[in-house]
Nanobody, 123 residues
Framework: VQLQASGGGLVQAGDSLRLSCAAS????????MGWFRQAPGKERVFVATISWSDSNTYYAKSVKDRFTISRDNAKNTVYLQMNSLKPEDTAVYYC?????????????????WGQGTQVTVSS
């Protein structure tokens, strides 16, 4: 499985961005997917996750009610809609795939990772 993240950029506080993660491989629809982020000098942390069926989602407290994770299995793509962005959201954002259907907040449960896309929010 290969993951390609895109959609990052430089925005102002309060703006929105939508990240996309395109996956290769015939079994994408059976994988739970997640988004993580890593700020300079900090560990990679959980942002959001979605089950294979799209029925279960879970968010980090810091992004809940501002970010929305979704997926389109027909397009092998997962999205992260980010609204009301704050400077503290600045980080490299990574998409990741588990090889099972259920969600997880632990980065160690994800086998495949994309290359990351930079999101910078200015104040």
């Amino acid at each position: 499985v290969q993951l390609q993240a895109s959609g990052g950029g430089l925005v102002q506080a309060g703006d929105s961005l939508r990240l996309s993660c395109a996956a290769s491989g015939p079994t994408f629809s059976t994988y739970a997917m997640g988004w993580f982020r890593q700020a300079p000098g900090k560990e990679r942390v959980f942002v959001a996750t979605i089950s294979w069926s799209d029925s279960n989602t879970y968010y980090a407290k810091s992004v809940k009610d501002r970010f929305t994770i979704s997926r389109d299995n027909a397009k092998n793509t997962v999205y992260l809609q980010m609204n009301s962005l704050k400077p503290e959201d600045t980080a490299v954002y990574y998409c990741a795939a588990r090889t099972i259907a259920t969600t997880s907040v632990s980065r160690y449960d994800y086998k495949y990772w994309g290359q990351g896309t930079q999101v910078t929010v200015s104040s």
